[in-house]
């Protein structure tokens, strides 16, 4: 398995500032997944981050809402824009280990936001 | 639309009991399934997978049955224990194209003593 930290581990914001969300993995992985998981709900996916290409982003996220960074095989950063208060919400990072077997993905403990 | 549906009602159950979740989906036909287990202020652990070709998994004291003409899948942890209280998540790649999973609603377990 693979050890996936984030930073930080939760946040108090501010309306209208922004935040960036670091997450880093013990190994290199190509594929790299950022999801929000609101209060009560499931993970939704947001974006897929592949290390030397841009970011894939679901139906309902946008780049200059939640711009991600992926600058190396191990590390990567989501940036939440702009906040609200509907953005409040636990924001994880995963990722998919080659060669692990189809699709399994190990998440890190998750960032969780508050936006007042 | 692609709809993953667990049972949203917490399960309470007795310690030693079979723990039995559900995981109905429908609009589409998934080559494998995956469940997870998620401790609250935690992310999702991975526990097992099944594939479309296989009746049922097993895993220590977890079963996991996939039946593609139902589009369901059972998710059972035998003689359960307190430590199994999680919320247990099943998930899919509903694209075809591997890689992007959809994950249910959950499921909320408490294992009393």
């Known amino acids: 398995s693979a050890v996936i930290s984030q930073k930080p581990s939760r946040d108090i914001c501010q309306r209208g500032t922004s935040l960036t969300i670091q997450c880093q993995v013990d190994?290199?992985?190509?594929?790299m997944f950022w999801y929000r998981q609101q209060p009560g709900q499931s993970l939704t996916l947001i974006a897929t981050?592949?290390?030397?290409?841009?970011?894939?982003?679901e139906s309902g996220f946008v780049i200059d809402k939640f711009p991600i960074s992926r600058p190396n095989l191990t590390f990567s950063t989501l940036t939440v824009s702009n906040m609200s208060p509907e953005d409040s919400s636990i924001y994880l990072c995963?990722?998919?280990?080659?060669?692990?077997?189809?699709?399994?993905?190990?998440f890190g403990p998750g960032t969780r936001l508050t936006v007042l | 639309s692609q709809k993953i549906e667990q049972n949203s009602e917490a399960l309470n159950i007795q310690e030693g009991k079979t723990a039995t979740l559900t995981c109905n989906y429908t609009?589409?036909?998934?080559?494998?399934l995956q469940w997870y287990r998620q401790d609250p202020g935690r992310g999702p652990v991975f526990l097992l997978l099944?594939?479309?070709?296989?009746k049922e998994k097993r895993k220590e004291r977890l079963k996991v049955t996939f039946d593609t003409t139902l589009k369901q899948s059972l998710f059972h942890i035998t003689a359960s224990q307190p430590a199994d209280s999680a919320t247990y998540l099943c998930?899919?790649?509903?694209?075809?194209?591997?890689?992007?999973?959809?994950f249910g609603t959950g499921t909320q377990l408490k294992v009393e003593l």
């Open positions: 995963s990722v998919e280990l080659e060669g692990r077997g189809l699709d399994t993905q190990y």
């Open positions: 190994s290199q992985v190509t594929m």
């Open positions: 981050a592949n290390q030397g290409s841009e970011a894939t982003y």
């Open positions: 609009n589409y036909s998934p080559a494998y």
């Open positions: 099944i594939r479309e070709n296989e």
């Open positions: 998930a899919l790649d509903v694209t075809g194209g591997g890689n992007k999973l959809t």
